[in-house]
């Protein structure tokens, strides 16, 4: 009788564990007009790999830098294999990372990680130093949103629980171009994979 009580309280426990994070994975709720993103994480890569469609198209791929150990600056590479978008990568101890995004050579924006509790946070600074949104991912890694300082959904990011793989939403209104933000999403998955594999490896030591 212990091992089958045993046993239905730690189903319950899972039962629990994975409602939770259903119940936080956010919901596609409509944003208006927006451009729709499927961001493919290659597995079984030294670096960060991620290909991207653009509305079921090939679109670009971002790579990270296999030299890199404690940070992970990414590069977005066109069809052509060109260089169009960088992330430079700060490491912080407390707050997430920080990222400086370039396009095409040119700065357009930075990404300052925040210190949040359960999930992650980054502020979005354009080139003049002035906060233009906000970026909030749940803990469990299934949806972020990133609002202007109204308050309004500009861009959003959603992945199903326990994978990889994520999509990206940019509604017409984004003052921002839409290789800024998918880089700064792509980073925002570097941090959070490179947080998971620390965590995992602690635990294990």
């Known amino acids: 009788m212990k091992v089958r ?7 319950l426990f899972i039962f629990v564990i994975f409602g939770a994070i259903l119940f936080s994975s956010g919901t596609s709720e409509d944003i208006g007009p927006c451009t729709e993103y499927q961001c493919d994480v290659k597995l079984f890569h030294f670096a960060t790999t991620i290909e991207i469609d ?31 978008a960088y992330a430079g990568d700060s490491y912080r101890f407390i707050a997430q990372d920080s990222h400086t995004i370039y396009v095409n050579g040119t700065l357009s924006s930075e990404m300052v990680g925040l210190f949040k509790l359960f999930g992650e946070a980054y502020d979005i600074y354009d080139t003049s130093g002035s906060k233009i949104a906000h970026v909030d991912f749940n803990f469990s890694n299934t949806y972020g949103s990133m609002r202007d300082t109204a308050g309004n959904i500009i861009a959003d990011f959603h992945s199903f629980p326990f994978f990889n793989d994520f999509d990206v939403r940019i509604t017409e209104d984004c003052p921002l171009d839409e290789k800024t933000v998918l880089m700064m999403f792509s980073s925002y998955y570097s941090d959070h994979s490179a947080d998971s594999a620390s965590s995992s490896h602690s635990s294990s030591d």
């Open 5 to 11: 009580s045993i046993i239905v309280v730690v189903v």
């Open 54 to 84: 653009k509305e079921e198209e090939d679109f670009a791929t971002v790579s990270g830098d296999i030299f890199k150990f404690v940070t992970d600056p990414l590069t977005m590479y066109d069809l052509d294999g060109n260089k169009v």
